[in-house]
T-cell receptor, first 115, second 115 residues
Framework: AQSVAQPEDQVNVAEGNPLTVKCTYSVSGNPYLFWYVQYPNRGLQFLLKYITGDNLVKGSYGFEAEFNKSQTSFHLKKPSALVSDSALYFCAVRDGDTGRRALTFGSGTRLQVQP | DTEVTQTPKHLVMGMTNKKSLKCEQH?????MYWYKQKAKKPPELMFV???????INESVPSRFSPECPNSSLLNLHLHALQPEDSALYLCASSQGLAGDSYEQYFGPGTRLTVT
């Protein structure tokens, strides 16, 4: 079985401050991990992914994420938040070895960046 | 071109109507997906096509009928829907087969209202 948890429904941060959106996962095999962002009334946009290799992954719009195998986490980070980063963020996982061949999404975290 | 297009943007239909949602991509992707998304919730996978063959059906009611006429097009035929089927319907595509390491590209969605 595969699952992903986003423990925070909402994260509030001031513009210019660093932001972190948390994600933990559970898979039987090797995890394929993804972050997507969704703006109101839009589809999801791919931000970044971890498949293998360097634990620090850099993605679009200045976002990065750190894969931590011992803590089964894949937190999304950005050094300096922008008001335009305000959106709904989804973490997703797929078991790269066994199990479902489709993505499982977390429940989503709403990021609110205040000016 | 990294765009997935969906038509129509909005659709209102009665419970006795028959309508279709359309999705198109020209990225040469061989896997295409239908998701259903309720407000403030993660996308729920409905169907997956790999190389134009249905590979995953997430026990979706038969009032939803997918079709993949060719590698660029994906349709979702709707018949005798219920009000609880009102949602944002998202189409996505990815390289290769579903279940691999490739990210999915999402269309903007069709906002469906069943009256």
């Amino acid at each position: 079985a595969q699952s992903v948890a986003q423990p925070e429904d909402q994260v509030n941060v001031a513009e210019g401050n660093p932001l972190t959106v948390k994600c933990t996962y559970s898979v039987s095999g090797n995890p394929y991990l993804f972050w997507y962002v969704q703006y109101p009334n839009r589809g999801l946009q791919f931000l970044l992914k971890y498949i293998t290799g360097d634990n620090l992954v850099k993605g679009s719009y200045g976002f990065e994420a750190e894969f931590n195998k011992s803590q089964t986490s894949f937190h999304l980070k950005k050094p300096s938040a922008l008001v335009s980063d305000s959106a709904l963020y989804f973490c997703a996982v797929r078991d790269g070895d066994t199990g479902r061949r489709a993505l499982t999404f977390g429940s989503g975290t709403r990021l609110q960046v205040q000016p | 071109d990294t765009e997935v297009t969906q038509t129509p943007k909005h659709l209102v239909m009665g419970m006795t109507n028959k309508k279709s949602l359309k999705c198109e991509q020209h990225m040469g992707h061989r896997a295409m997906y239908w998701y259903k998304q309720k407000a403030k919730k993660p996308p729920e996978l409905m169907f997956v096509y790999s190389y134009e063959k249905l590979s995953i059906n997430e026990s979706v009611p038969s009032r939803f009928s997918p079709e993949c006429p060719n590698s660029s097009l994906l349709n979702l035929h709707l018949h005798a829907l219920q009000p609880e089927d009102s949602a944002l319907y998202l189409c996505a595509s990815s390289q290769g087969l579903a279940g691999d390491s490739y990210e999915q590209y999402f269309g903007p969605g069709t906002r469906l209202t069943v009256t």
